[in-house]
């Protein structure tokens, strides 16, 4: 996979299932493509059955498909330019069997993720609505609509008041709307049902489909807070109730047949704000809450899922996301070896659906950025899973360099004895090859076995990537993930050096060629370590990264909490934890990259610290990219993320390259 090549990373996602797709049921999924031509991601719905893939939709960026209990509609978000030709995700309506979709929605900047009632006749979104005279509405009395840098000055008197890639929040607060689709004549829906004085989220049906439960921030947002409530919301008014008072934060909702709510979530009572592992629990109105899975073991993700009683949810473990099976009955936590597994083995689950008995999952492979997944939940647990998409088809035919490199498991030690485990990505031919360590973000994030992009460009071209999850990563149990806390270039660099020891002895890595890169916390320890470790590497790419503390701490739209929790309040503590205290340290040659619209890590982190190397006299470049935030290298333009690429690759090219230097 080459650089240009990223078109032909087809991924789907938002799996939803009638009946069994691997005989004669169907599933829906989105499928994503980036388009180079057009510089845009595009994004269509396909039917999938044992026959293959078929497009579904006649939109481009179409996404997020849900189909109705009934199993007769689809309802899913369709890109619509409005009246001033800016495009939003509108909630549309499509007949299973055939016929137009309706766009049922017309609401100022866009719909969230659709959620149908029970009865199949209404469809909740969440939905931001702007203050009077922001965001392309009307000024108050008015028929101006004021171009952004014209809008009236914000009025900031709380710490929550953005957010990378959202960008501010107070002015636009999210609601929801309820959008009855029976009436193929009702114009589409533009107003709210709730009308609450914060933003609200994450909305499911009561059984009987007369009111909603949501999440909200606790007292309804009334100060700034890390915890959530879970409200009801009533269907025909909108009036909001508390319905259960949790331990800490909600990212997800289901509710059973007989009124139980499930939710994931995370325990704030220890005070700990990250690093936290989030949970599956159970509540009923005006109850406590019972967490159903170990703190110590258990990383939940996305949304929980009911068959027959027993509850399944994604896990995350030593670097993969299965499906695994809370029983029916849980009282009290299990640990991670008493869940079932449903659906395992080396792969990362994005999502997944269930009708009947029959489970339909969207997963990354090490061959595969993603493909369809049928599981059939009847059948005995070491049943194997059915594969009925090939995605990764034009990877392996139409690329400009075909085939997906190999990926082979690694186990290093530290020096304290402690395990740390990885993968190295192995270019074609027998070596030895140069080496890059690219270190991933958080950091309590994870590296792994999923086909990763960057590991593959990089490999095409002729190196061996070594990655891996050190001490503060996730997927490993709650003591892993908070070894970093107050610690912060101490054990987890330990853990850096030592996969990459084990990497380097290999007879097909070449241990005296070796670079260092890494993005966010990866590039905070690509910072650090070419202050610290320069010796080991020939350059360093940092990119997105966290530098200094002190301003992090003011300018991130999470440092006004997550540098005390990490780091701590102590400003001589900061300063001994951040990079640029040692940037007259490196000797290296040093490559700075930052987006100018990140709000996580903002470009000031990356001009405080190329400023304070090249005034130390180190050979160091400054890359900006215009317009992008955080996420640049996952979710940018096409064309900005190739572009990052072939910056990279000169980069290693100039100070790495493949073939070494006579």
């Known amino acids: 996979m080459l650089a240009n090549d990223i078109p032909h990373l087809h991924v789907p996602s938002s799996p939803t299932v009638s009946g069994d797709p691997g005989s004669t049921g169907a599933a829906f999924v989105a499928v994503s493509r980036p388009d180079l031509e057009q510089d845009a991601s595009r994004s269509t719905i396909e039917r999938v059955t044992a026959a293959g893939a078929v497009r579904w939709t006649s939109g481009d960026r179409d996404s997020s498909p849900v189909l109705s209990p009934d199993g007769r509609s689809l309802a899913f978000l369709r890109s619509v330019e409005d009246d001033r030709g800016v495009a939003h995700p509108q909630l549309a309506v499509v007949p299973v069997h055939g016929g137009e979709a309706r766009i049922v929605t017309a609401l100022p900047l866009g719909a969230g993720d659709p959620v149908w009632s029970p009865d199949s006749t209404r469809v909740a979104v969440t939905a931001r609505f702007p203050e009077p005279g922001r965001y392309g509405s009307t000024v108050p009395g008015a028929d101006r609509r004021p171009a952004p840098n014209a809008e009236a000055p914000r009025l900031v008197s709380r710490l929550d008041f953005h957010v990378d890639g959202t960008g501010y929040l107070l002015d636009k607060l999210q609601q929801i709307v309820v959008v009855d689709v029976t009436d193929p004549a009702a114009a589409p829906v533009d107003a709210p049902l709730t009308s609450a004085p914060c933003s609200v989220s994450a909305p499911a049906w009561y059984p009987d489909g007369g009111a909603l439960l949501v999440v909200a921030p606790r007292d309804l947002g009334a100060r700034e807070t890390h915890d959530d409530d879970l409200y009801r919301v009533d269907a025909s008014d909108g009036a909001m109730t508390l319905a259960i008072r949790t331990e800490g934060s909600v990212s997800a909702i289901a509710t059973a047949?007989?009124?139980?709510?499930?939710?994931?979530g995370a325990s704030h009572l220890?005070?700990?704000?990250?690093a936290e592992p989030e949970g599956l629990w159970v509540a009923a109105h005006g109850s406590d809450p019972i967490r159903l899975t170990a703190?110590?073991?258990?990383?939940?993700?996305g949304t929980p899922v009911l068959h027959r009683g027993d509850v399944l949810v994604a896990v995350l473990d030593r670097g993969t996301v299965t499906v695994r099976r809370v029983p029916a009955g849980t009282t009290a936590p299990l640990r991670l070896d008493e869940l079932g597994v449903v659906l395992g083995g080396r792969l990362v689950v994005s999502g997944f659906d269930v009708d009947g008995d029959v489970l339909v999952a969207t997963a990354a492979t090490t061959d595969s950025p993603g493909e369809v997944h049928v599981v059939d939940l009847a059948?005995?647990?070491?049943?194997?899973?059915?594969?009925i998409t090939d995605y990764a088809a034009p990877l392996r035919s139409e690329a400009s360099a075909p085939g997906v490199r190999r990926i082979e498991e690694l186990t290093g030690t530290a020096a304290d004895g402690t395990p740390v485990h990885g993968w190295v990505v192995l270019p074609e031919g027998d070596g030895p090859h140069p080496v890059l360590r690219v270190v991933h973000g958080g950091p309590f994030g994870q590296d792994t076995w999923a086909f990763f992009d960057e590991a593959q460009v990089y490999a095409s071209a002729g190196y061996a990537v070594v990655i891996g999850n050190p001490r503060g990563s996730a997927g490993y149990g709650l003591d892993h993930g908070r070894a970093v806390i107050g610690a912060m270039g101490t054990v987890d660099v330990d853990d850096v050096l030592a996969l990459l020891d084990a990497a380097l002895e290999r007879p097909d890595l070449?241990?005296?060629?070796?670079?260092?890169?890494?993005?966010?916390?990866?590039?905070?320890?690509?910072s650090w370590v070419a202050a610290h470790h320069g010796d080991r590497f020939v350059a360093a790419w940092s990119e997105r990264a966290v530098n200094a503390w002190d301003s992090f701490a003011g300018s991130s739209d999470i440092g006004w909490y997550f540098a005390d929790a990490y780091v701590g309040a102590d400003p001589e503590e900061q300063r001994r934890r951040s990079p640029l205290t040692y940037a007259a340290q490196v000797t290296i040659p040093f490559m700075v990259a930052h987006s100018e619209a990140d709000w996580r890590c903002p470009i000031e982190q990356g001009q405080r610290q190329f400023v304070a190397l090249r005034r130390a006299g180190v050979d160091a470049s400054f890359l900006v990219f215009p317009g992008e935030g955080h996420e640049l290298s996952r979710s940018g333009s096409p064309w900005h993320r190739v572009q990052r690429f072939e910056h990279v690759l000169a980069w290693w090219a100039e100070h790495l390259p493949v073939t070494p230097v006579a």
């Open 257 to 264: 047949p007989d009124g139980t709510v499930y939710y994931v």
């Open 270 to 274: 220890d005070g700990r704000l990250v």
């Open 295 to 301: 703190r110590a073991t258990v990383d939940v993700t």
């Open 379 to 387: 059948a005995s647990d070491d049943a194997l899973p059915t594969v």
């Open 510 to 526: 070449d241990a005296a060629r070796v670079g260092i890169m890494g993005g966010s916390y990866g590039g905070f320890m690509t």
